[in-house]
């Protein structure tokens, strides 16, 4: 078996996005038991600076196409050369993270080799299918939340080759430890046209985004029951003395108690913290998807039958804007 | 800028403007939206058992960045002129959102519908999508929301592209500028907002930081309110209707020359296998009273935790 795993850059860091090595240690594992290949592939101006770091995650070869024309997202060159490659290579599997990016070509790349793609899957293994009363040999089982989460849909493609899905960034875990592995490079032969350059970049200016969810081992998140602006700004209070980062439902960016960049959920950043803490959060399962991987759950809710607290570990039944400030009194009395 | 620099300018200004009133170069824009179940209400009832879903039971709403997509095209027509044409493809119930469409301004409307269609995935859907495009012809301009709220995909806009071979840009999350011979766009690049520039045919899948749509025009409430399909339509009203122009037209599979083979379930590369409602498993749960000493309890349990962590 093969699989292929489309890798990309950050164009920031200039280094591998980590859904691309979440998904590079995700197919070494399914393809483990099958003594499987797993084939990176990278389109850009240049390589990533740490594409060392897809090795020991489990890639064993780098496939890549640079140009200078290709520094940024040109949908229809990108489509081409990848689709090259898995013509090339014809592997079983190709997997994408649902970046913008990713979302943006593995449509295309499906279309065109009229196979089944399927979009945001949080698990994916293999086992022998059987469809229709045929035997369809080993194939891979693609499950994802539907119908604003409140389905879990298992997918499978019978009968098409390569079989495609894209999963989001934080969804898959990465190696408890670097893998002892080396891998090999390889240029990909493209014939390569300036005619699939469409799209004309006239200017790029990098988000100023100061929420950033990897580097705490602390989530605040707060929802509706928060019940205001000058309430969420408790949670960032609390936040402060915690040393975490203040995350949001959907609700309390609707209500426009906070930023979107502070989404978590279906619709906005997964994360899997340490711990954390769901302020005034109903858990609705949009919610849910982008934080029950978490180590520990605390929820502070006044709603004593609040899903949340179903999956959380420790709860308390109060409102937010009387339970945080006693938090936040009594943290600050410790130091 | 010289004075010959400007009068060419005001030249082409002036040329553009007559073609325009003309009716000689108007831009054709087609907008792809999708009526949904308001996936906020779902109930078991509404599933099917073989994993695909009721529709009939659920309350439907138009997709909201769909809604966001029609009113790009709407912009651009009050800029450059422009035929708004808003294609759907669903049961017929769906000319509700074609109906609403009219409302808000499009110019023409069509349903795409048939039983041939039903349980189509992502790659079947573009394919008769982009046939529905290729059949209103001579189109500059796609544009789609950038996902539906029912299957939250962003496959179908992209494939549609592929299919009818125009140039894309998703995630557009502001229009710029658009001229007789180009659009220019920002794009939210995740780290990043880029601004784009892509001569036509393009097709653009649009967020819902993109713009707010409008409301309905009284007018053309006034004006549409009795749009119909034809099958929908008395006998003896229809060539009233087609002579108002309210007859929206139905694009079948056999009207469109589809090959069945692509088309449903049968020509969708990807089956459900399996369908499981998401129950919530309780876990062991500890309760703190919300008083002093109760949160007391819970800050030495958060502290104790976060040092182990650390």
């Known amino acids: ?38 084939i990176g592939v990278f389109v850009g101006d240049h390589l990533p600076e740490d594409a060392d770091k897809l090795f020991q995650n489990g890639l064993d070869k780098l496939i890549y196409y640079t140009n200078d024309n290709l520094k940024n997202l040109q949908s229809i060159a990108y489509k081409n050369i990848i689709e090259q490659i898995i013509k090339q290579e014809e592997p079983d599997i190709v997997l994408f993270g649902a970046t913008h990016n990713g979302r943006d070509i593995a449509p295309l790349i499906a279309s065109s080799l009229k196979t089944g793609l399927t979009a945001d899957c949080t698990q994916l293994f293999i086992n022998d299918l059987e469809y229709k009363k045929e035997d369809k040999g080993k194939s891979l089982y693609q499950v994802r939340p539907a119908f604003g989460g409140n389905i879990l849909a298992t997918i499978v493609t019978p009968d098409n080759r390569p079989m495609m899905a894209s999963v989001r960034e934080g969804v898959m875990p990465l190696p408890e430890k670097k893998l002892d592995k080396k891998g090999i490079m390889e240029e990909a032969n493209i014939d390569f046209t300036e005619e699939w350059i469409k799209s004309e970049f ?43 980062e203040v ?37 609705q399962i949009q919610h849910r998807a982008g934080m029950e991987e978490s180590m520990k759950i605390i929820a502070i809710n006044n709603d004593p039958n609040a899903p949340i607290f179903n999956i959380s570990h420790k709860g308390i039944v109060g409102d937010v804007k009387d339970v945080v400030p006693k938090m936040i009194q009594m943290l600050r009395e410790e130091e | 800028m010289t004075s010959s620099e400007y009068e060419t300018d005001f030249y082409d200004s002036l040329v553009s403007m007559w073609l325009i009133l003309s009716g000689e170069i108007m831009k054709k824009i087609v907008v792809l939206a999708k009526q949904v179940p308001d996936t906020a209400n779902i109930t078991g009832q ?9 529709r009939g039971k659920l309350p439907a709403i138009f997709n909201p960045e769909d809604l966001n997509g029609l009113q790009m095209a709407l912009d651009i027509k009050s800029k450059i002129g422009a035929e708004v044409h808003v294609v759907t493809m669903g049961p017929p119930r769906a000319v509700e959102i074609l109906k609403h469409s009219l409302y808000l301004g499009a110019d023409k409307v069509y349903l795409v519908s048939d039983m041939k269609f039903a349980g189509a995935d992502t790659l079947a859907t ?81 967020t819902e930081e993109a713009n707010t749509p409008g409301y309905p025009s009284c007018v053309q409430m006034r004006n549409y309110f009795k749009a119909e399909i034809a099958a929908n339509i008395p006998a003896e009203e229809l060539e009233n209707a087609e002579a108002n122009g309210l007859v929206i037209p139905v694009f079948n599979a056999e009207n469109m020359g589809l ?37 007391k309890l819970l800050i030495n349990d958060i502290m104790k935790e976060y040092t182990e962590a650390n």
Not at chain 1, 4 to 13: D, F, G, S
Not at chain 1, 257 to 278: C, D, N
Not at chain 2, 272 to 291: P, Q, R, Y
């Open chain 1, 1 to 38: 078996m093969k699989t292929i795993v489309y890798i990309e850059k950050n164009p920031i860091t200039k280094n591998c996005r980590f859904v691309s090595l979440e998904l590079a240690y995700k197919a070494y594992t399914m393809m483990q038991e099958f003594n499987g290949d797993v």
């Open chain 1, 202 to 244: 006239l200017s790029i200016v990098p988000k100023k985004s100061t929420v950033n969810f990897d580097s705490k081992d602390v989530i605040i998140a707060g929802g509706a029951g928060v019940g205001s602006k000058e309430n969420f700004d408790l949670l960032h209070k609390l936040a402060a003395l915690l040393d975490a």
């Open chain 1, 247 to 283: 995350g949001a439902s959907r609700a309390a960016v609707d209500f426009g108690y906070t930023e979107k960049a502070r989404q978590i959920g279906q619709t906005g950043s997964v994360v899997r913290p340490k711990l954390y803490i769901a302020a005034g959060i109903s858990g």
């Open chain 2, 46 to 54: 509404a599933m099917k058992e073989d994993g695909t879903v009721n």
């Open chain 2, 126 to 206: 573009s394919y008769v999508l982009s046939e529905a495009v290729k059949k209103i012809g001579n189109v500059d301009m796609v544009i789609a929301g950038r996902q539906a709220i029912d299957g939250d995909t962003a496959q179908v806009g992209p494939q549609v592209a592929d299919k009818v071979g125009f140039n894309q840009i998703t995630y557009v999350s502001k229009l710029n500028d658009v001229t007789e011979d180009y659009v220019i766009v920002e794009r939210d690049g995740e780290v990043q907002t880029e601004e784009i520039k892509s001569q036509f045919p393009v097709l653009l899948t649009v």
């Open chain 2, 259 to 295: 090959n069945i083979e692509q088309c449903g379930l049968g020509g969708s590369p990807t089956k459900v296998k399996k369908i499981k409602s998401i129950t919530l498993v309780g876990g062991d749960l500890e309760m703190f009273e919300a008083d002093d000493s109760g949160i």
